[in-house]
């Protein structure tokens, strides 16, 4: 049997006359008249061939097949019998009434109008390129969905009350680092972590997930020793952090805070800057690479910039030298990546601006800007913009100014009175490069000190928040908790957030409740001592471990000692009268009367001495003629002095 074909044609959809139908009618008719021609004329039943018993059972369940098919996907024609043709107008049609959202196909006025738009738009378009379309033909959109809401608070942003609404600063949080100014300040990417170091050397580990209402550090080191903690940064995946100090080296620290790496430092004996294997002065800046977790960039007063690759290798990769306009070295206060890293900015103490292409030798500078900021401020911080065509600089001249990268000659507009008393006082962009926020140091005549947001397209002040009555230094906007945080002259980090807009971090700790450890030491009771009270009334005396033992072993139940001697003797129950020989002969045969065990043994012997002399029987007649009489010292009675013992020289 022959199968129909699939035609794909004009874009059409005929299914009102199925072709394959004709064809199976004309089949069976053949069929029919071809058992007739065999059985012959006749009525009755007629007779079949095999075959075509075969043919027409085959015909059978293949129409029952198809009509099984053409149920189940739904169409009108399917298999052997019809061919199914396609209209790409009609799917689109069905795809625009069943997501409305992802194509707003606008009414054309003309026909040829609506022609051409069937023609360029095939399928559903994106969200941006929707909008983009909207905004060429300038046609109102529909309220239906949620993309129309998103479109009308993107077109009621571009004013200054609408960009007030964005910053998160509707509720407050203080984190306690310690008493002494917060220098630094960094961010894990994932926003799951802070870490911040201050001048009194100390370096906190704050965990949002671990903390409670409390907001207490759960680690608290000093990595540098005796050098305060100038700049802190984590890397791009997070599991490493950089710690800039005044010292000449850097240090590397995971994300518990043990060490990883300490950058060499140079030979202060070598002239040639380029020579030496690391810096030789103090350290002023530092950053990660933004997609590279290995490499860093650091600056120092030694006029250098240093490339540092890999946790194995000590060594720099490469050496940037910055250079004042007559060519003598100047030092480089502030450093930075741009997002592609592609350039490298350094703010220097000369007031200059000075980057360089990566993909390029680093001997000559791609910009240079002389006179950025006033000769002998530093460039207190150097920031490049989200999307990387504008550059914000922080100097200690009480400016901020902001940079086109295309036009670098003139800042596009320039901030005063922004007072600093810090070399680390920086600036940041928000997230949505719309605003940039810095903060300034505690004036004279002020009570409180001001984080400050402007607008990078009017210039013009957005807001101002009273922050503590001490000198605002650090100023950190996380890009995904949409969360400020500060850091203060007087110790004190503070957290802005907002409830609506702003997720996780601080707020996981707000609402858990701070609960006070219990006392480890014991605290004394005085207790009411009653010892001839009722053992019911008896209050027991509470004691340790150590003294329940010693009562235990004075107990001779609980202990088992043995039996103490009465008076003396060594060993067991012996006294004067006891186990000895000489006790045994005297109380057997000696003595009539036993000697009673608390009698002194001397009175006992005297009182028989009498008898002993006048009637000896052991010991005195063997020696009779030769003993000396006995004399026995006789008691003074008690108001009668003693001799007086004559003095001898020793005692004068």
Known sequence: MQRGKISFGKIQLNINKPPAETKSNETTKKDEEDSSEASGSGGGFKKMDKVQMIRQIEDVAEDLESQHLKEVMGISGFGRKAAKVFDISEQIEKARITRPGLDRKKEETTADKGAEDEEDVIGPLPPSAAEEKDKSTKEPAKAEDSDDDSSDEDSDDDDEQSLAKRIPYTHEVQMQHGSRAVLALAGDPSGARLVSGSIDYDMCFWDFAGMDSGMRSFRQLQPCENHPIRSLQYSVTGDMILVISGNAQAKVLDRDGFEKLECCKGDQYISDMSRTKGHVAQLTSGCWHPFNREQFLTAALDGTLRIWQGLRAKE????????????????????????????????????????????????????????????????????????????????????????DLRQFKQPLHTWTNLFSRYDMTDCCFSPDDRMLVTGESLPKGQTEANLYFYSTKSYEEVQRIPVSGSHVVKTLWHPKLNQL????????????????????????????????????????????????????????????????????????????????????????????????????????????????????????????????????????????????????????????????????????
């Open 485 to 652: 945080f500060v850091s203060c002259g007087n110790g004190t980090i503070k957290c802005y957030y907002d409830e609506q807009r702003s997720i996780r971090g601080a707020k996981l700790c707000v609402v858990k409740t701070h609960r006070k450890r219990q006392p480890m030491e014991m605290v004394g009771v005085s207790q009411i001592i009653t010892p001839h009270a009722l053992p019911l009334f008896r209050q027991e005396k509470s004691r340790t471990s150590r003294k329940r033992m010693e009562k235990a072993r004075m107990d001779p139940v609980k202990s088992k000692r043995p039996d103490l001697p009465i008076t003396s003797g060594q060993g067991g129950r012996v006294a004067s009268s006891g186990g000895t020989l000489s006790s045994y002969v005297i109380r057997n045969l000696g003595l009539s009367k036993r000697v009673d065990d608390d009698q002194d043994p001397r009175e006992a012997i005297l009182k028989f001495a009498k008898d002993a002399a006048e009637n000896p029987y052991w010991i005195a007649p063997a020696y009779k003629q030769t003993q000396p009489k006995a004399i026995f010292s006789e008691k003074l009675p008690a108001d009668e002095p003693a001799s007086k013992k004559p003095k001898t020289e020793a005692d004068k």
């Open 316 to 403: 720099q990769v490469q050496v940037i030298k910055t250079r004042a306009q007559g060519g003598l070295r100047t030092n480089a206060a502030s450093c930075n990546f741009n997002r592609d890293a592609t350039l490298i900015a350094a703010g220097c103490v000369d007031g200059s601006i000075q980057t360089w292409d990566t993909r390029k030798m680093y001997v000559n500078t791609t910009h240079c800007v002389r006179e950025a900021h006033q000769k002998g401020a530093e460039i207190t911080s150097i920031v490049f913009s989200y999307m990387g065509q504008q550059l914000a600089t922080r100097s200690n001249d009480e400016t901020m100014k902001l940079w």
